[in-house]
């Protein structure tokens, strides 16, 4: 299962800014999908997820700023980023993870894009 990315860019400070992931390949299920993020000198880390039922799960730090939202017809995940901070510069990965087709039983994926460039700054 590939995962390919758009919507990075440069934003001014209190900006707004959509990133949009589409899988795509041999998708049996996509039971998670989520955005993580990685500063400079920084591990990875989660900014949010949504799973097969569309209950959704935020990091603190993006909560009331960000939504997370998924198109299940067309196998994709949305990241709705307002009030964009400097801090909130990084690369942003898409991330999903369910089972594939192709075999049976399904097999197990859990795939990465190859991440988006957002910058926050004025």
């Known amino acids: 299962v590939q995962l390919m990315e758009s919507g990075g860019g440069l934003v001014q400070p209190g900006g707004s800014l959509t990133l949009s992931c589409t899988a795509s390949g041999s998708i049996y299920s996509i039971n998670v999908m989520g955005w993580y993020r990685q500063a400079p000198g920084k591990q990875r880390e989660l900014v949010a997820t949504?799973?097969?039922?569309?209950?959704?799960n935020y990091a603190d730090s993006v909560k009331g700023r960000f939504t997370i939202s998924r198109e299940d017809v067309n196998n994709a995940v949305y990241l709705q980023m307002n009030s964009l901070k400097p801090e909130d510069t990084a690369v942003y990965y898409c991330?999903?993870?369910?089972?594939?087709?192709?075999?049976?039983?399904?097999?197990?994926?859990?795939?990465w894009g190859q991440g988006t460039q957002v910058t926050v700054s004025s």
């Open positions: 991330n999903a993870g369910g089972y594939a087709s192709g075999s049976w039983p399904p097999k197990r994926y859990d795939s």
């Open positions: 949504t799973t097969s039922g569309h209950s959704t």
